[in-house]
């Protein structure tokens, strides 16, 4: 190959020994660390061709007869397989390609490389080679075979104990294409007859010598004693599969969600056969090659991404979790120029981890996106089958909960009917303030169950549900206020739900960002606030949903019998003689059994459904969802090699693996072992940080005030009208609204009206141009100005009466604005603050711990304040004294700044911040 400049050997500075990059005349590029490991890369193909240890022992098998003029596959090393392994299908986009695809046979481009050696550690020392594949760069007739938009960007990444190859693919046209990708790594073994390969025990594998027969593998080693050629499906990417001599690992490969690995050795007969493979050369190697193989994935222009095959999908590529420096992908990798970094930058190497356009300039970091992108819709939204079924779960608790409110005050009268209705007002008060107080007591121990690795998120969930269930039906059936109380209090304490789904959310949109990574990285970078106004809507909206229509659920379905006297009472088909007897004697049990029949379908979603978002628990196996698989599959025929693109909701349906999930991969081989750490929990003293704490109490100020708001107006706007006269000076003067029960009904479903489409339709603009912090600043003032007003609308005279609805409709939208920006952006605040993904469930539960405190504490005092205003003739006090708890809550919000939350420090794509769902609609009660 012909490259346009031969740079010698560049160090990188300073007085330690740093890496070294060659760029050589024959096409390689090789990289040596001062510890003595190198690497070398062939352009053609970016096939990795030499891979040393610091004793000079080579690691990778190439055999003495492989070409290396570009005129075929290197025969060795690691080729990059893409977009097709094996032999491609008849009447399939790649069928026209050669077998294993094009790019281990095209030419790449050199894009640079970044090294990490800021600490000076030999230890630490590493170096980063990125290679660049793109349409325009492949020949002529391979562009014909294959005329999809695409670019790949391969690195390889040197440090003293193993090697890390990683791959991106893009798509960068408009229509969707299916790939296969593999990494068939040639390891150099002394004698293949005393190796095996480890950790595929119980997988199901093709084995391409024997017919393409699927089998089971029953050994735990396995030797290879003969031609092999097998491809072990569904392997758990997080077992490493390791190549043995004598029990002892050779070779370890870890693979980050590759989750089919073939093994292959040619044996003496087919050896012979290949013309660029020596005959007794099979002795002294094996491949051992991660890959996505199993189906195809779909990539679609911009990041969806499905597959199909048997409903199952798989990944495709995207980059290694070893992101230490930033990666840099050059506009003009697709310009077809051959202008690598080297030839247009001079030295052409990116140092310490420094940006580089590659543009010629050399300078600095990634500009900024030019045209600034649209907020993404809700159609864009990854994964919204799992979405889906934590909407589901979300929506049954606030049904539940405001479907009893329609019949509370007369359930509760029917305990004891001698009761005065301000006891039964009383007993209403607590029995709501006891399930907030319970939830109080257990979040916070809940949100530490969800990030255990012996529990976990999903059955969090589901005791959670299965406690409101059990909180649903026993009220349904209770005959006293205690037994009443009792199951209301039993919910709270198991419930911790919503700390929980924020924390899923969150997870489940960090990998739509894994996904989307396999954009180029200012791509990345302007989806994120995208993604993120989107999801993190969905609990609110929720909340939404069921105040709008629980209420009216809950008085359609209480005391059925009088009801509905043609279904259920005396003399009707299904009541008999005097009606249902059941529906007697508990007349407010059926709206709650219908609740239940709700939240029963929300926990067999999750069940069956949902996927474990815990970092480690992830890749368990979960019984219920292979059980869902299996039922889902009954539904679905098989299509056989049709192709089609799946929506998200299919492909979260069918999947049974949770390592088809995830749409990352890696192959990192490492020499010797290296196995995955487990990292130590931090403590509450490390957890909670200032910024934590001080975001936290934006937070629960935030909860308590607007808990409080909403308390407070359903008292207000009921209580008539002080006598005119009684009005003194500008602060003395007393009363409410006077409004009917139906007004109130009425002024319920304004709040709800008001919210839904500002949350719908604005919020996300909103958040998108303006950022999280900056959104809850600019908002939150709104809601102390809406408190200043409130009280004054008792002064509307009486002559004006029809300025109460415009006037009160103006207070309570600038509230409703207020916090429909402010809650979910404390809530993201609150995610965002958290920088290690072990502890997020936790500090979901300590804010939702918090906001339940202030939930129970904020109406109760509310509540306080509004009797004391009524009986001292100032009504106004306690709507200002709310109002002064609100300004210090923002107050406390301009020393708080937004965290780089969970990804960032994974390091996946720089300048990041975690995706989160959000939601704090409990708040607003
Ligand atoms: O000869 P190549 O095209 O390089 O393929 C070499 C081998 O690659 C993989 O391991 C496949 O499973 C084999 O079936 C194939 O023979």
New binding site residues.
């Given amino acids: 190959m012909d490259r346009g400049k031969k740079p010698t050997s560049i160090g990188i500075g300073g007085s330690i020994p740093q890496p070294t990059v060659n760029i050589n005349d024959n096409g390689t590029v090789d990289a040596k660390l001062p510890s003595g490991e190198s690497v070398t890369v062939h352009l053609f193909g970016a096939t990795v061709i030499s891979w040393k240890l610091a004793n000079g022992a080579e690691q990778l098998f190439v055999s003495s007869k492989a070409i290396l003029d570009g005129s075929k596959?290197i025969r060795g090393g690691i080729p990059v397989v893409f977009p097709v392994f094996?032999p491609p299908p008849p009447n399939h986009a790649t069928s026209s390609l050669p077998?294993?695809g094009f790019a281990r046979s095209s030419n790449w481009e050199f894009l640079g490389k970044s090294s990490s050696e800021s600490l000076g550690n030999k230890a630490d020392t590493t170096v980063k080679l990125d290679f660049g594949l793109s349409s325009s760069m492949i020949t002529e007739e391979f562009r014909k075979a294959w005329p999809y938009e695409f670019g790949l960007v391969y690195s390889v990444t040197l440090s003293p104990d193993n090697l890390e190859t990683s791959l991106q693919v893009q798509n960068k046209g408009s229509e969707s294409f299916d790939f296969h990708v593999l990494l068939?790594n040639y390891f150099k073994v002394p004698d293949v007859s005393k190796i095996a390969v480890t950790n595929l025990q119980d997988k199901v594998y093709i084995d391409?010598v024997d017919n393409k027969k699927e089998k089971n593998e029953t050994n735990k080693e396995i030797s290879i004693t003969g031609e092999t050629?097998r491809?072990y499906l569904d392997v758990d990417p997080t077992a490493p599969v390791a190549v043995i001599e004598n029990g002892q690992p050779l070779f370890t490969i870890t693979r980050k969600e590759l989750n089919t690995v073939?093994v292959?050795n040619?044996w003496a007969e087919n050896a012979k056969k290949m013309s660029d493979f020596g005959d007794e050369e099979y002795k002294g190697m094996v491949?051992v090659?991660p890959g996505a193989v199993k189906s195809w994935s779909v990539l679609e222009g911009g990041d969806a991404w499905e597959v199909e095959d048997e409903g199952l999908p798989t990944p495709p590529l995207l980059e290694a979790e070893n992101e230490e420096y930033d990666q840099v992908v050059p506009d003009n990798l697709d310009n077809g120029t051959d202008n690598n970094a080297l030839g247009q930058n001079g030295n052409g190497l990116i140092l310490n981890g420094d940006n580089d356009n590659n543009n010629g300039t050399g300078t600095g970091p990634d500009p900024e996106p030019e045209e600034k992108e649209k907020p993404i819709s809700w159609s864009q939204l990854p994964k919204k089958t799992q979405l889906l079924i934590l909407v589901l779960a979300r929506l049954s608790e606030p049904l539940t909960q405001t479907s009893l409110q329609a019949y509370l005050f007369y359930q509760l009268k029917s305990f004891d009917p001698s009761l005065p209705d301000s006891a039964i007002s009383r007993q209403a008060g607590i029995f709501q303030g006891s399930f907030t107080a319970a939830q109080f007591l257990t979040s916070v121990w809940w949100g530490r169950a969800a990030d255990s690795h012996w529990v976990g998120r999903k059955r969090v969930l589901l005791v959670g549900l299965f406690g409101t269930l059990i909180s649903c039906v026993g009220f349904g059936f209770s005959r006293s206020f205690t037994a009443a109380i009792i199951f209301r209090i039993l919910g709270g304490l198991m419930n911790s739900n919503v700390g929980v789904m924020r924390t899923m959310i969150s997870e489940i949109i960090i990998e739509k960002k894994y996904a989307s990574s396999l954009k180029l990285d200012r791509d990345q970078r302007a989806n994120d606030g995208r993604y993120q106004s989107r999801a993190f809507l969905l609990l609110p909206m929720c909340f939404n949903v069921g105040v709008i229509i629980g209420p009216s659920l809950g008085g359609f379905l209480a005391e059925p019998v009088t009801s509905f006297p043609g279904i259920f009472g005396p003399g009707s088909f299904l009541g008999g003689k005097d009606g249902v007897w059941w529906m007697r004697h508990w007349p407010y049990a059926f709206p709650n059994l219908v609740s239940a029949v709700f939240i029963l379908s929300a926990w067999a979603g999750i069940f069956f459904g949902l996927e474990e978002t815990h970092e480690s628990l992830r890749y368990q196996p979960d019984w219920g969802r292979t059980m869902g698989s299996a039922i889902a599959r009954r539904f679905k025929r098989n299509q056989g090699y049709r192709y089609r693109r799946l929506d998200d909701d299919e492909r979260s349906v069918f999947l049974e693996d949770d390592d088809d999930v995830v749409p990352a991969s890696a192959a990192t081989t490492s020499h010797p072992e290296t196995l995955p750490v487990k990292r130590n929990k931090p403590s509450w003293k490390q957890l909670l940080t200032r910024n934590v704490i001080l975001t936290l109490l934006t937070h629960s100020l935030l909860a308590m005030h607007t808990s409080a708001f909403n308390a407070m107006t359903f008292v207000f706007l009921p209580t008539p009208r002080a006598p005119e006269d009684s009005r003194r000076g500008f602060f003395h003067f007393n009363g409410g609204l006077g409004l009917t029960t139906q007004q109130v009904g009425i002024a319920t479903s304004v709040i709800g009206l008001i919210g839904l489409p500002l949350q719908l339709f604005v919020y996300p603009r909103v958040q998108f141009r303006l950022g999280t912090l900056k959104s809850l600043r600019s908002f939150l003032p709104l809601s102390p100005l809406a408190y200043i007003l409130m009280p004054f609308l008792v002064l509307i005279p009486r002559g004006a009466q029809f300025l109460i609805w415009p006037s009160f409709s103006f207070v309570v939208a600038l509230q409703v604005l207020s916090r429909t920006f402010v809650l979910p952006a404390a809530i993201i605040l609150v995610n965002n603050s958290v920088s290690d993904p072990s502890v997020l469930g936790t500090v979901h539960g300590v804010a939702q711990s918090i906001s339940s405190g202030a939930r129970t504490l904020g109406p109760f005092l509310g509540g306080l304040g509004l009797s004391l205003g009524l009986s001292h003739n100032i009504i106004g006090a306690v709507w200002w004294a709310l109002a002064v708890e609100a300004l210090l809550g923002w107050l406390v919000s301009w020393s708080i700044f937004e965290g780089e939350g969970i990804q960032r420090k994974k390091k996946v794509v720089p300048e990041e911040e975690a995706l989160l769902n959000s939601e704090s609609e409990e708040e607003r009660r």
């Fill in positions: 596959a094996g077998q294993h068939h391409k050629d491809v073939t292959w040619p491949c090659e």
